[in-house]
């Protein structure tokens, strides 16, 4: 984090604008993202997915402060508001996170073979 800060301080005195600094930082995290997740194989989805739903969970937590803020000031519609969207978002992310999961350990389990109809002859 603070090799991060540091980037941004030093990038400040060359010139270029924090807004653009952050946008680049966030493209390549999606770069980053793409290409992590479409390297995982299907082995290790369900393990993943239940690490999402935990990363999910703290970010709900944060999202329920936001939409909890009582602060008066500027930007504190902002904050309820987007706290609000955020805790949607997040549990939405939970709640079909845990069902994809059902599904993949469904695929797994032994399928129980139907009884054979006795014959009354």
Known sequence: MDLVIAAATSSASVGVDPFIFRVAIFVLAIFVGYYVVWSVTPALHTPLMSVTNAVSSVIIVGALIAAG???????????????????????????????????MLAMYKKKEKPAKAESGS
């Open 69 to 103: 803020a009582t602060a008066a000031g500027e930007g504190a519609a902002f904050a309820k508001g987007a706290g609000v969207v955020a805790v949607a978002l997040a549990s939405v992310n939970i709640f079909g996170g845990f069902l994809v999961t059902q599904r």
